[in-house]
């Protein structure tokens, strides 16, 4: 059973960074790709950057230059650096994970950009 849990969420004040972890129950070399989605209050879940098990990544136009993923594979965890942090950043952050053409979902982690 594949568990992803997430952690690093928090209240920031705009113009912060926050780091966010996703520690997998396995190795991440079994998944074909990793990412990080979010969902807002009233709005649609949506992809924020995900990286593909070759390295490259994809990014919303939204957090471009502005997030980072990134991967450990010693430790079977993948990151997601966000600087520069704005209030329409609030939204709970979700790990997600494919293998084999299924998604697997962390629980979850409030990120709020307020001041």
């Known amino acids: 059973q594949v568990q992803l849990v997430e952690s690093g969420g928090g209240l920031v004040q705009p113009g912060g960074s926050l780091r966010l972890s996703c520690a997998a129950s396995?190795?991440?070399?079994?998944?074909?790709?990793m990412g990080w989605y979010r969902q807002a209050p009233g709005k649609q879940r949506e992809l924020v950057a995900r990286?593909?098990?070759?390295?490259?990544?994809n990014y919303a136009d939204s957090v471009k230059g502005r997030f980072t993923i990134s991967r450990d594979n010693a430790k079977n965890t993948v990151y997601l650096q966000m600087n520069s942090l704005k209030p329409d950043d609030t939204a709970v952050y979700y790990c997600?994970?494919?293998?084999?053409?299924?998604?697997?979902w962390g629980q979850g982690t409030q990120v709020t950009v307020s001041s």
């Open positions: 997600n994970a494919v293998r084999v053409r299924v998604d697997y």
């Open positions: 396995g190795s991440i070399f079994s998944f074909s790709a």
């Open positions: 990286i593909i098990n070759g390295g490259s990544t």
